[in-house]
């Protein structure tokens, strides 16, 4: 038997703002909201265990200093990948500078919080 990722927790200093980026980029809603502030969100109808992982934003007043050793990729399924960082730009994503050369086949942005995550250039099939 083999485990497969069912959650990924963010911790943000402002839940409500980086659980509504991440609904917007990832086309999930709300599933669940938790006492502590906590905002689950995921595809729609399915919520839990289904076969993509949900997002868990996680209030905190102590954000963790310096980079991350996990971050989130993204791939476009409904548009080419130029319209598709035009949208997330939108959404409020800025572009970050971590020493790309120019010929990477991927972005690397910001959510409004600055972590930082990539938009593949290759598009994939929408679940």
């Known amino acids: 038997m083999a485990s ?10 402002d839940a409500e703002r980086l659980a509504a980026f991440w609904s917007e980029v990832l086309g ?10 906590s ?3 995921g595809p729609a109808g399915v919520g839990f265990g289904g076969p993509q992982p949900i997002l868990v934003i996680s209030p905190s007043a102590d954000p963790r200093p310096g980079k ?3 971050h989130i990729d993204v791939s476009p399924t409904d548009r080419d ?20 050369t120019g010929g990477e086949s991927w972005h690397v942005l910001a959510d409004p919080e600055g972590n930082e995550f990539c938009l593949l250039r290759s598009r994939i099939q929408p679940l």
């Open 68 to 70: 991350l050793r996990l």
């Open 28 to 37: 999930y809603v709300e599933v669940e909201r938790e006492d502590d502030g």
């Open 4 to 13: 497969r990722i069912s959650e990924l927790v963010i911790d943000a200093a």
């Open 81 to 100: 990948h130029d319209a598709e960082l035009e949208r997330l730009l939108a959404l409020g994503a800025r572009p970050v500078d971590v020493g790309q």
């Open 39 to 41: 905002i689950a969100i």
